[in-house]
């Protein structure tokens, strides 16, 4: 059999072999069943430290360690990063054209609450299985359900953009409590309030989807049976919420945060290049201001529909 055959296998009818068409031939490169392409992915884990077993990837010399990956590491992991990539690009874009809309627009003469405060707590979501999980935790290990709380104060610059800085705690828990991480993380926090989008409807008075961009440091600890260690490093992130107003002082909300930071926070510097909080919770905001005043983000729509 020539080594063309065996890259593209005929197609058989009964006794006779006929010839696939070249294009048939062509896909047959990019098949995941391919010779080509399963030598390749052989090979690239093999640079990476790591190897195949039973169609699932796991560190070399590392039994108890699991790859986030999953077997088709390269594809799989670029494709990932480009999604992230692509999103915090689109909402870089919608928060600059959300500031200068409003800048453009004539700043009312009426006062408005631009001060307020906020504490919030709730869950970070474990690391569970195999594979990248896009709105979840991502660690080098599998870790448990753990919880977080934290807070903050704000300013709105427009009735679109608030900034704001933010202390929040988490603990990061092996599985079966293999080890623990304290995490404290401060940082900016922007947030971009999309009730501007419907200021004209009367329910923009009492629901506002909003979605932060958030950079900051980590400063964490880690301990298990035979590490201990401590260090900080730059953090990034983003996260989507819906607040909720209660009276022009008092707002609820609940919101979902993705935070990307140390690549050690889990004790292991294996795998993707960081490490990835998955967290939910719920919180209280205060706004300050003299009596009768709104806040900001209730300012009258900069064009009237």
């Known amino acids: 059999m020539s080594s063309e055959q065996s890259f593209f296998p005929s197609r058989r009818r009964g006794n006779d072999s006929v010839e696939r068409p070249f294009f048939v031939r062509v896909a047959y490169i990019f098949s995941p069943r391919s010779e080509i392409w399963a030598s390749r992915k052989k090979e690239y884990l093999s640079t990476c430290g790591m190897t195949v077993r039973s169609g699932c990837t796991r560190l070399t010399g590392s039994p108890g360690v699991h790859c986030k990956f999953g077997t088709a590491y390269g594809l799989r992991s670029h494709i990932k990063n480009m999604i992230r990539t692509n999103f915090c690009l689109l909402l870089v874009i919608i928060a600059i054209s959300g500031f200068l809309y409003e800048s453009a627009a004539q700043t009312p003469e009426e006062d408005y609450r631009r001060f307020s405060a906020s504490v919030h707590g709730g869950i970070t979501l474990p690391t569970e299985s195999g594979g990248i999980h896009?709105?979840?935790?991502?660690?080098?290990?599998?870790?448990?359900?753990?919880?977080?709380?934290?807070?903050?104060?704000?300013?709105?610059?427009?009735?679109?953009?608030?900034?704001?800085?933010?202390?929040?705690?988490?603990?990061?828990?092996?599985?079966?409590?293999?080890?623990?991480?304290?995490?404290?993380?401060?940082?900016?926090?922007?947030?971009?309030?999309?009730?501007?989008?419907?200021?004209?409807?009367?329910?923009?008075?009492?629901?506002?989807?909003?979605?932060?961009?958030?950079?900051?440091?980590?400063?964490?600890?880690?301990?298990?049976?035979?590490?201990?260690?401590?260090?900080?490093?730059?953090?990034?992130?983003?996260?989507?919420?819906?607040?909720?107003?209660?009276?022009?002082?008092?707002?609820?909300?609940?919101?979902?945060?993705?935070?990307?930071?140390?690549?050690?926070?889990?004790?292991?510097?294996?795998?993707?290049?960081?490490?990835?909080?998955?967290?939910?919770?719920?919180?209280?905001?205060?706004?300050?201001?003299?009596?009768?005043?709104?806040?900001?983000?209730?300012?009258?729509?900069?064009?009237r529909l």
């Open 134 to 303: 896009f709105f979840a935790s991502n660690f080098n290990v599998l870790t448990e359900q753990t919880y977080n709380f934290g807070f903050g104060g704000q300013y709105s610059i427009t009735p679109f953009w608030s900034l704001g800085a933010e202390y929040r705690f988490t603990t990061i828990e092996g599985s079966g409590g293999s080890f623990v991480t304290d995490l404290h993380s401060v940082g900016l926090k922007n947030y971009f309030n999309f009730n501007r989008l419907y200021r004209s409807l009367r329910l923009s008075e009492y629901v506002n989807p909003f979605v932060t961009l958030t950079i900051g440091r980590d400063f964490f600890a880690h301990e298990s049976d035979d590490q201990r260690m401590s260090n900080n490093g730059l953090h990034g992130g983003f996260g989507f919420g819906l607040a909720g107003n209660v009276s022009e002082t008092i707002e609820i909300f609940g919101q979902y945060d993705l935070q990307f930071g140390s690549n050690s926070l889990d004790g292991s510097s294996q795998g993707f290049p960081m490490d990835q909080l998955g967290m939910a919770s719920g919180g209280v905001r205060i706004y300050f201001g003299s009596t009768g005043t709104r806040r900001y983000s209730m300012a009258p729509p900069s064009v």
